[in-house]
C-alpha cells in the first residue's frame, strides 16, 4: 500500500510564474489536507479538502492561491504569479473517510524554490 | 484557538546523553498528541503518539506521555544516538471530528559522536 505522493519533490520557478503542486492521498483516503513550512518554521495548515469539496481554506492566502480534488485524479496545489516569498516546503496530508479521530499521513513534501 | 509550545533549538548532545525537549499544549476538549520526526529533506514521519489523558507513547526508545494538568506533551530518550539528529515537531489534533493539526515550530537535535 503506497504512502502519500508528492510530485515533484523540487520545483524550481520564476517570480510570475506558476507553481502547480500534485498530491496522490493513500489508497482509500478521501480526505486531502496541505501545510506549508518555511525556512525554520513549523508546518502552518492552508486547507482541507474532501473529494470535489473544499472544507475549510482558512490557511490559505486570499489571492493566488487555489486547491482543488477532483472526482478522479490528484489533489492540486496551483499558486499564480510566484513570489519569492512563496519559497517553502509543501507537504500534504490524507486521512480516511469518517467523522471520528483519523491520523494524517504525510507525503515527502514539494520544495519550492521561487528565483 | 488551540497552540502548541515547542521548546527552542537547536539542541546539541552527545551521544548517549539523555534528551528531553519540551511541548505544551492549549486546547478545548480532549485532544490527541503526536510528535513527528524530520530527516533533512524528508517529509513527517510519526514517531509516537497518544490519544487521552495519562496515555504514554512509545517508539524506538522515545517516550511521552500526555499529563492533563500540565497540559504537556514531553518528549523523551535515556540514550540519545547520532542516527537521531533531525528535527521533532509536537502536534495537536483537536477533539471532534474535524482535524485540523496544530504543529509546534519544532525543535532541531544534533547529536554527536
Known amino acids: 500500500n503506497a504512502g502519500v505522493m508528492q510530485n515533484p519533490r523540487h520545483l524550481v520557478r520564476r517570480r510570475g510564474q506558476e507553481a502547480r503542486l500534485r498530491c496522490s492521498p493513500m489508497k482509500g483516503h478521501s480526505h486531502v489536507y496541505w501545510y506549508r513550512q518555511l525556512p525554520e518554521e513549523g508546518l502552518k495548515f492552508m486547507v482541507y479538502?474532501?473529494?470535489?469539496?473544499?472544507?475549510?481554506e482558512s490557511g490559505m492566502p486570499k489571492e493566488r492561491f487555489s486547491a482543488e480534488f477532483p472526482k478522479e485524479g490528484p489533489s492540486i496545489l496551483r499558486i499564480q504569479q510566484v513570489v519569492r516569498g512563496d519559497s517553502a516546503a509543501y507537504f500534504c496530508a490524507s486521512s480516511p473517510p469518517g467523522q471520528n479521530y483519523n491520523e494524517q499521513f504525510f507525503g515527502p513534501g514539494t520544495r519550492l524554490t521561487v528565483l | 484557538g488551540d497552540s502548541v509550545t515547542q521548546m527552542e533549538g537547536p539542541v546539541t548532545l552527545s551521544e548517549e546523553a539523555f534528551l528531553t525537549i519540551n511541548c505544551t499544549y492549549t486546547a478545548t476538549g480532549y485532544p490527541s498528541l503526536f510528535w513527528y520526526v524530520q530527516y533533512p529533506g524528508e517529509g513527517l514521519q510519526l514517531l509516537l503518539k497518544a490519544t487521552k489523558a495519562d496515555d504514554k507513547g512509545s517508539n524506538k526508545g522515545f517516550e511521552a506521555t500526555y499529563r492533563k494538568e500540565t497540559t504537556s506533551f514531553h518528549l523523551e530518550k535515556g540514550s540519545v544516538q547520532v542516527s537521531d539528529s533531525a528535527v521533532y515537531f509536537c502536534?495537536?489534533?483537536?477533539?471532534?471530528?474535524?482535524?485540523?493539526?496544530?504543529f509546534g515550530t519544532g525543535t532541531k537535535l544534533q547529536v554527536i559522536p
Open positions: 479538502l474532501q473529494k470535489e469539496n473544499i472544507i475549510d
Open positions: 502536534a495537536l489534533y483537536p477533539s471532534g471530528g474535524y482535524q485540523k493539526v496544530t
